[in-house]
């Protein structure tokens, strides 16, 4: 149990669909974050939230739509991706403070497949 | 901007042996922290040690240690006693000091331990 959950765990969409990804987490922290993961390549921050507002856009495209309704619960909508976007998306929580310093906590991700 | 540079891909391991996984960064910053994450199959990123670069003192968790030279901008983490469990991707990440919790994430190293 990692404290950080996610859903769906695997998604296969069209391009023209529209879908969202949930993140909840349990461990009472104040930011989330949105990750995307490709084969070969780092890690890719798409988003930050802290203590609800979004503090962190990484010139995503507007198609992904971020969304925190409140600290404990991350949405990322979806709506006509391209193939490039299929991909593993990380969430992650952390608790926040002054110093920056607390480690962050992922959950297992959704794995999306754009068709 | 800083950079986070892992040069092997792929590492092997025999069950009980030491392994190294290098990683090297950039930065012009002073106060920043370094971390060593784990993902298995499972995806779920663990985190498995990290350092604060002020500290002089290596970290260390159990059978996970670093190596860190800051001069050289080097962060490289030694698996003693590799176990089967062991095996999986590795990443190396950068966040600057301060209130950011922005993280910065190498490519991966992949280890495979060999029974």
């Known amino acids: 149990e990692t404290g950080v959950t996610q859903t769906p765990r695997h998604l296969v969409m069209g391009m023209t669909n529209k879908k969202s990804l949930k993140c909840e987490q349990h461990?009472?922290?104040?930011?989330m974050y949105w990750y995307k993961q490709s084969a070969k390549k780092p890690l890719e921050l798409m988003f930050v939230?802290?203590?609800?507002?979004?503090?962190e856009n990484n010139s995503v495209p507007s198609r992904f739509s971020p969304e925190c309704p409140n600290s404990s619960h991350l949405f990322l909508h979806l709506h006509t991706l391209q193939p490039e976007d299929s991909a593993l998306y990380l969430c992650?929580?952390?608790?926040?403070?002054?110093?920056?310093?607390?480690?962050?906590?992922f959950g297992d991700g959704t794995r999306l497949s754009i068709l | 901007a800083q950079t986070v540079t892992q040069s092997q891909p792929e590492m092997s391991v025999q069950e009980a042996e030491t392994v190294t996984l290098s990683c090297t960064y950039d930065?012009?910053?002073?106060?920043?922290?370094l971390f060593w994450y784990k993902q298995p199959p499972s995806r779920q990123m663990i985190l498995v040690i990290r350092?604060?670069?002020?500290?002089?003192q290596n970290a260390t968790e159990n059978r996970f240690s670093v190596n860190f030279q800051k001069a050289a901008k080097s962060f490289s983490l030694k698996i003693s006693d590799s176990q089967l469990g062991d095996a999986a991707m590795y990443f190396c990440?950068?966040?600057?000091?301060?209130?950011?919790?922005?993280?910065?994430f190498g490519t991966g190293t992949l280890l495979a331990v060999q029974p």
């Open positions: 461990l009472g922290h104040n930011a």
């Open positions: 930065t012009s910053e002073s106060d920043y922290y």
């Open positions: 990440a950068y966040r600057n000091g301060g209130a950011t919790n922005k993280l910065i």
């Open positions: 350092q604060e670069a002020y500290k002089q």
């Open positions: 992650a929580s952390s608790q926040a403070d002054s110093r920056g310093n607390q480690p962050q906590h």
């Open positions: 939230y802290n203590f609800k507002e979004q503090t």
